[in-house]
């Protein structure tokens, strides 16, 4: 009863969008309340109270005196209170869940196409469900009898999801929306003090589900770091490729060598004529006057920790950067 | 008065007050010896405005009748002095052991770099002067610093803790110092394929690796001919 009552709730989903303007499936099978629902959801756009727009309907709805639309309207109820206000889309509410912040909103052209789908069938159980539930389409109601509990589709709804947002990803809108989000501080700053707040892009270890949450990667350091707590979804959604891409596809965001984009000649110059003032710092930084590169020091009441100490720095490696371009190519 | 009253219905002791609070989750405890020692003050009179009642109160003797404008100036003062008692509480012998237990217990967070497998980390000052920088984390395993996750510890002074107490805990405590045979930095890839310009910096970063791997065996070399020679 309860998987029959949800379905229904989610399927009606369908005309109301329709009603809201945006671009609608579905409706031929509910064509006989359409007329109503437009009215019914600008209504909805209009009051700032779900619960007002719930009421108005009502009243609506007696003017009509309209079994069927009755029925609609208890089952709008029920949507209320799942928490999905009029005219947004599943993929909207699923975005807009607090721990999905990271998410873009795959373009439903892009999941109705079915060679953008191609494998995933055999990743995701009750894929066909999963794949109605996220597009709104609904479900036939005689099917739904014979359909697990709503939680179970709604579990491969968000994988299936997920697994599609991975390879929207890497498309060109994909990129785009990712590119909005990023210099939008989406995915928050990148922990180490030295980075000065670069801005993280998300990336996974494993393109596979279920292997590893999605890390954060840093452009500047070059390293990855622990999403928060809330944040932490699977990394397959995001996959393993879409960080590089975006840093080949935006070249402007430097990279780990971005202070040595100048010329060898002219880092030559620079390094000559201020050869006096930089000598004793020229170790900790690079010769460009734009972005100067800096490591940690170790310092015990002033004193630089030594290498020959026990507790002296082995890990300077890690983030030294090569002062010269010549330096990489000579290996 | 009132100000007073209202203190000691909380706690007892200011001290259990002020480590109470949320935000002074890094800060230890001071003994009552270390605090009543004036020669550990040296200096932070001229520091701390009304800096012997502030004293007072945090030692439990604070018996000045004063405005409620005033009291909360002695207030503030009182937990900008302890923090600067505290910079210099945690260097000395019972100070590092005192802050080893909370770093045992994992009182000051996690590193938040993957590759350091939510190693314990360190509170740490970017610098001895009040009023400069927030606190920092500082990690052993990567030894670098990073930003402490949570907002309220961007109030809390840098200073409250020193440059050097990291420092000084592991030269103190040697056995704590991590395993630093982690694996290669992470190189991102692009359909399996290692991003060209991060591969070079990872190789580069590895012959600066095993340069110092064969710089510190020669050091070692060097310590067992002297000695021989002894």
């Known amino acids: ?331 | 008065m009132e100000a007073s009253s209202s203190d000691s219905d909380c706690t007892k002791y200011w001290i259990d007050w002020f480590l109470g609070a949320q935000g002074n989750e890094f800060f230890c405890e001071i003994d009552d010896e270390f605090l009543s020692d004036r020669f550990n003050m040296t200096g932070l009179n001229t520091e701390v405005v009304y800096y012997q009642y502030a004293l007072n109160l945090i030692m439990d003797a604070f018996e000045y009748d004063c405005d409620d404008s005033t009291r909360e100036q002695i207030e503030r003062s009182a937990r900008h002095l302890y923090g600067l008692i505290h910079a210099r509480y945690i260097l000395t012998q019972r100070g590092l052991q005192k802050m080893l237990d909370k770093f045992k217990n994992g009182d000051f967070g996690v590193c938040p770099r993957v590759q350091c497998q939510k190693h314990a980390v360190l509170p740490i000052g970017l610098s001895d002067v009040p009023h400069s920088a927030p606190v920092k984390i500082f990690c052993m395993k990567c030894e670098d610093v990073y930003n402490p996750p949570l907002a309220r510890f961007a109030t809390i002074d840098g200073a409250y803790f020193g440059t050097s107490f990291p420092f000084l805990l592991f030269q103190a405590y040697p056995h704590l110092i991590p395993n630093k045979i982690a694996p290669d930095r992470f190189v991102p890839a692009m359909f399996g394929f290692k991003i060209h310009e991060h591969a070079r910096l990872a190789r580069w970063q590895n012959v600066k690796r095993l340069e110092m791997t064969k710089r510190l065996e020669q050091y070692e070399e060097e310590e067992r001919r002297r000695k021989r020679i002894r």
């Open chain 1, 1 to 331: 009863m309860d998987a029959k009552q949800g379905t229904a709730a989610a399927s009606s989903v369908g005309p109301r969008k329709t009603g809201a303007g945006s671009a609608g499936f579905g409706e031929s099978s509910m064509m006989e309340g359409v007329e109503h629902h437009l009215q019914y959801a600008d209504n909805a756009s209009t009051a700032t109270e779900t619960a007002e727009a719930a009421a108005e309907g009502e009243v609506e709805e007696e003017e009509d005196d309209d079994e069927e639309e009755e029925e609609e309207e208890e089952e709008s109820d029920e949507e209320t209170e799942s928490s999905r206000s009029e005219g947004e889309t599943w993929i909207s509410s699923f975005c807009s869940i607090r721990g999905h912040e990271y998410f873009a909103e795959v373009s439903e052209d892009f999941i109705e196409d079915d060679f953008n789908l191609t494998g995933l069938s055999s990743l995701v159980p009750y894929y066909g469900e999963a794949l109605d539930m996220i597009l709104d389409f609904e479900t036939d109601p005689d099917d739904a009898a014979r359909l697990p509990n709503i939680p179970v589709i709604e579990a491969s709804a968000d994988q299936l999801y997920g697994l599609i947002h991975a390879r929207f990803l890497l498309t060109r809108q994909g990129l785009s929306i990712m590119a909005e989000k990023y210099n939008l501080t989406h995915f928050g700053v990148c922990p180490r003090y030295l980075c000065h707040s670069t801005h993280l892009l998300p990336i996974a270890t494993s393109d596979l589900p279920g292997n590893d949450t999605v890390k954060l990667f840093c452009p500047n350091c070059a390293d990855i770091y622990c999403a928060n707590k809330e944040n932490e979804v699977d990394g397959a959604y995001f996959g393993a490729t879409f960080a590089g891409l975006f840093l080949k596809t935006y070249t402007d965001i430097p990279g780990p060598l971005g202070g040595l984009r100048i010329p060898p000649s002219t880092l030559k110059r620079l390094e000559s004529s201020d050869e006096d003032s930089k000598q004793s710092s020229s170790d900790t930084s690079l010769h460009d006057p734009d972005s100067k590169w800096e490591i940690y020091q170790m310092h015990l009441f002033g004193f630089k920790v030594s290498e020959r100490a026990k507790s002296g720095p082995r890990m300077r490696w890690l983030r030294e950067r090569p002062s010269d371009l010549s330096e990489l190519d000579s290996l």
